[in-house]
């Protein structure tokens, strides 16, 4: 009786593009959870990705650039969903609360990679790694848990200072960068109800008084004029 004999395995299918970029990226990632900044080489990845080295030096200029891309595609691909609870405070202590768990350990890989020889690679300085590795948003008003209370009417960003919007989210990052673990329920309660929201109660609250004053200054320039008008 013929047996057959194995089929051979299809050969892999050429990567190219953004595919061999995701696969040498997520590698990267692979290589500083296993070994850390220290001992990663280009080499390394290129082998963890199953490549070669002058595939990784076409896209990075060194083991820096690659590191820093690294971090930016796990962000991208890790993002954390806006809840939408009907309340502004509801919604950033549910969206705060997600972010801390799902960043912890990815701010713990940051702080390690910045301080075993990143930041001196790179001449960053710990505020500019900041802004560049955790993502801090370039204009706070625009974040979606902020366009959400627009549109229910509890705030209008654009009235509030972009320092104001963003505090809660800086706090959130400095604590993990401070203890590289997740913060604690009371802590995030503490940031939303005792920081952040009293702020931007005081911010509508000047914006409403600063409107008041321009009415009632429009109104007495309009009343002028009429004066004027009658005296002619």
Do not use: C
Request: no cysteine.
């Amino acid at each position: 009786m013929a047996t057959s004999s194995p089929q051979p395995e299809p050969a892999p299918s050429r990567r190219r593009g953004p595919a061999l970029e995701a696969a040498i990226l997520d590698a990267g990632w692979d290589e500083l959870l296993e070994v850390g900044y220290a001992r990663l080489t280009m080499g390394s990845v290129a082998s963890r990705a199953h490549t070669s080295e002058p595939v990784l030096y076409r896209r990075w200029a060194n083991k820096d650039e690659l590191v820093l891309a690294v971090f930016d595609r796990y962000r991208a691909t890790h993002p954390v969903p806006v809840p939408d609870t009907g309340a502004l405070r509801d919604d950033l202590i549910q969206y705060l609360t997600a972010l801390s768990d799902a960043f912890a350990s990815f701010f713990a890989i940051a702080v390690a990679t910045a301080f075993s020889g990143l930041l001196a690679a790179t001449g960053l300085s710990l505020a500019q790694f900041r802004a560049q590795v955790m993502g801090e948003e370039a204009r706070p008003e625009a974040r979606a848990v902020y366009r959400q209370a627009a549109a229910r009417g509890e705030i209008d960003p654009e009235d509030v200072p972009a320092a104001v919007l963003a505090l809660p989210f800086d706090l959130v990052r400095h604590d993990l960068l401070m203890d590289v673990k997740p913060l604690a329920p009371e802590r995030i309660r503490s940031i939303v109800d005792e920081i952040a929201l009293p702020l931007l109660r005081a911010a509508r609250g000047g914006a409403s008084v600063s409107g008041r004053q321009e009415r009632l200054r429009a109104g007495a320039a309009h009343t002028a004029v009429e004066a004027r008008a009658v005296q002619m």
